[in-house]
């Protein structure tokens, strides 16, 4: 079995910075794609970003190109989402999710593609 354990959340303002990180371990550190997710209150889970295990590719929704910087630290297992010009708009539960096999790219953008999900963090940006 993997664990995922997401940290960095808080309460912030508009304009201001955080940094997500995500630890995994178990099954989940031989991960073949990691990702970023977030669930507003009263919305459907949705992506944010993704990254390639190997070869180091990466994925980001058109609501946070730009803003947003997904990377991942190989020996440390674990997994960052930088998060840049924040607004009220990114108030999520951010999750960290893997998956151990391989996918192709239109699956990277899809929940039910992931196998392993972390508990979630919350971010608070008021305005």
């Known amino acids: 079995q993997g664990q995922l354990v997401e940290s960095g959340g808080g309460l912030v303002q508009a304009g201001a910075s955080l940094r997500l990180s995500c630890a995994a371990s178990?099954?989940?550190?031989?991960?073949?794609?990691m990702a970023w997710f977030r669930q507003a209150p009263g919305k459907e889970r949705e992506f944010v970003a993704a990254i390639r295990w190997r070869g180091y590719s990466t994925y980001y929704a058109d609501s946070v190109k730009g803003r947003f910087t997904i990377s991942r630290d190989n020996a440390k297992n674990t997994l960052y989402l930088q998060m840049n010009s924040l607004t009220a708009k990114d108030t999520a539960v951010y999750y960290c999710?893997?998956?151990?096999?391989?996918?192709?790219?239109?699956?990277?953008?899809?929940?039910?593609?992931?196998?392993?999900w972390g508990q979630g963090t919350q971010v608070t940006v008021s305005s």
């Open positions: 999710a893997a998956i151990t096999t391989t996918a192709v790219r239109s699956e990277v953008f899809q929940t039910g593609t992931y196998d392993y």
């Open positions: 178990g099954r989940t550190a031989s991960n073949y794609v």
